[in-house]
């Protein structure tokens, strides 16, 4: 069993950055390929990134590449999600999951059916 707690959302204006944080329980993160995605009002579970279980392979959707880095401490059990160039759009709840033993590329991983345990989410509100 795996248990996934998000942190470090909140209110940032338009053009700023927020860093949000994932501590996940248990043996297999390392092994577990990690994803951030987001809910927006009114819209489907929309995927942003995924990182592979050694940190080494990184994929992301085309609305976020450039402007947002995932990256993992495996020692920490913890999975970040770095955001700049915060725009009104990001507005969402952020959601980490993770896809134990996982064996597929990175790439696999861009739909939320691939992933076996979920937070419960941190909002994020940008201000125009």
């Known amino acids: 069993q795996v248990q996934l707690v998000e942190s470090g959302g909140g209110l940032v204006q338009a053009g700023g950055s927020l860093r949000l944080s994932c501590a996940a329980s248990g043996r297999t993160f390392s092994s577990s390929v990690m994803g951030w995605f987001r809910q927006g009002p009114g819209k489907e579970r929309e995927f942003l990134t995924a990182i592979s279980g050694s940190g080494h392979n990184t994929y992301y959707a085309d609305s976020v590449r450039g402007r947002f880095t995932i990256s993992r401490d495996n020692a920490k059990n913890t999975v970040y999600l770095q955001m700049n160039n915060l725009k009104p759009d990001d507005t969402a709840v952020y959601y980490c999951?993770?896809?134990?033993?996982?064996?597929?590329?990175?790439?696999?991983?861009?739909?939320?059916?691939?992933?076996?345990?979920w937070g419960q989410g941190t909002q994020v509100t940008v201000s125009s």
């Open positions: 999951a993770a896809a134990a033993m996982a064996f597929y590329s990175v790439t696999y991983y861009d739909r939320a059916g691939s992933y076996n345990y």
